[in-house]
């Protein structure tokens, strides 16, 4: 399967073609008779404008991800006041939307991304997936087919473009651990920024790099820790240690399984250990997971009966 991310910008055929600076004399071009095509989102904005700053990267983002159904156009209300006082611009920073040659909606004040893709989708300048997200799928879908170098490779051609996409992160992370690689994840994983580790999917992979450390240091001892177990079903330490070496061998079922007997025993042991490690678990295995649900199901009949 050939990867369908080419040399194309990410957003597909917007790069910065799709965003301009205007002034009154271009005005006429850049936005009116370009808005004939397609939706054209204006933002009146100052170098002086401290919320300009914080909304105009939100607009390029959004505009860039619309994949070419939008233009952005960016005048200086400093440079071209004329337009700023016929469309009665009262603040900074206002965003219009020009569309058949006409303002059709807008705001003020510096708003949230999804904001603005909610805006563009309503003026209808939304677009399919972008080659990125495109791209993302195909990944996704050599990982579940379990070719973790093909998928590897087109995750890190996605981070050639977008260099913190959170997918494409966790994604890679997880090939890296599926090949053996943990210790190569972790050093990939020091790079990533603090405010990107905290999406949902990254958070998930670093869950199951953790239990990676943990089960290598208990597999070797698999057989140790179920005697343990069984000759003492109190030994709740043996007993996690015990879960955390199925769960590095595959078993996610047995490994919960163990858990749950040790909440069943005694939940409150070591400040609720058993618990948090299975929570641990439900993180990296996902919501959706099968295991996890028939866990969090016996997990409230515990904690509730």
Same mark, same amino acid.
């Given at each position: 399967m050939e990867p369908i991310l080419g040399a194309a910008q990410p957003g597909g055929q917007t790069g910065e073609a799709a965003i301009v600076d205007a002034t009154t004399a271009t005005f006429m071009a850049e936005v009116v008779d370009a808005s004939m095509q397609m939706p054209v989102l204006v933002d009146f904005w100052a170098p002086w404008c401290g919320p300009c700053k914080q909304l105009t990267p939100a607009l390029e983002n959004a505009v860039r991800k619309a994949g070419g159904s939008v233009k952005l156009v960016k005048i200086n209300v400093d440079e071209s006041p004329e337009i700023a006082g016929q469309l009665r611009i009262q603040s900074i920073p206002?965003?219009?939307? =020009? %569309?058949?040659?006409? !303002?059709?909606?807008? =705001? $003020?004040?510096?708003? !949230? /991304?999804?904001?603005?893709? *909610?805006?563009?989708?309503?003026?209808?300048?939304?677009a399919g997936p972008s080659p990125i997200e495109q791209a993302l799928e195909q990944a996704d879908q050599l990982m579940e087919a379990g070719d973790h170098q093909q998928a590897?490779?087109?995750?890190? $051609?996605?981070? $050639?473009?977008?260099?913190?996409? !959170?997918?494409?992160?966790?994604?890679?992370? %997880?090939?890296?651990? *599926?090949?053996?690689?943990?210790?190569?994840? /972790?050093?990939?994983?020091?790079q990533i920024p603090e405010d990107v580790k905290a999406d949902k999917a990254v958070q998930a992979v670093i869950a199951q790099i953790e239990l990676a450390k943990e089960g290598a240091k208990a597999s070797a001892e698999l057989d140790t820790l179920r005697a343990k177990v069984e000759a003492d079903p109190k030994d709740h330490r043996s007993r996690i240690d015990l879960a955390a070496a199925l769960y590095a061998t595959?078993?996610?079922?047995? *490994? @919960?399984?163990?858990?749950?007997?040790?909440?069943?025993?005694?939940? %409150?042991?070591?400040?609720?250990?058993?618990?948090?490690?299975?929570? %641990?678990? =439900?993180?990296?295995?996902?919501?959706?997971?099968? @295991?996890? *649900?028939?866990?969090r199901r016996r997990l409230s009949s515990l904690l509730f009966s």
């Open positions: 206002t965003v219009y939307v =020009f %569309k058949d040659g006409q !303002p059709v909606d807008g =705001f $003020q004040g510096a708003v !949230p /991304e999804s904001e603005i893709t *909610a805006l563009i989708e309503r003026v209808g300048g939304a590897g490779a087109l995750y890190q $051609q996605i981070l $050639q473009h977008e260099q913190t996409n !959170p997918a494409a992160l966790a994604g890679l992370l %997880k090939c890296l651990l *599926a090949d053996g690689r943990s210790d190569h994840a /972790e050093k990939v994983l020091e595959g078993d996610r079922a047995g *490994a @919960v399984e163990q858990l749950l007997e040790s909440i069943r025993i005694d939940r %409150k042991w070591e400040d609720e250990a058993a618990r948090k490690q299975l929570l %641990k678990y =439900f993180e990296a295995m996902g919501p959706t997971d099968p @295991v996890t *649900a028939d866990a």
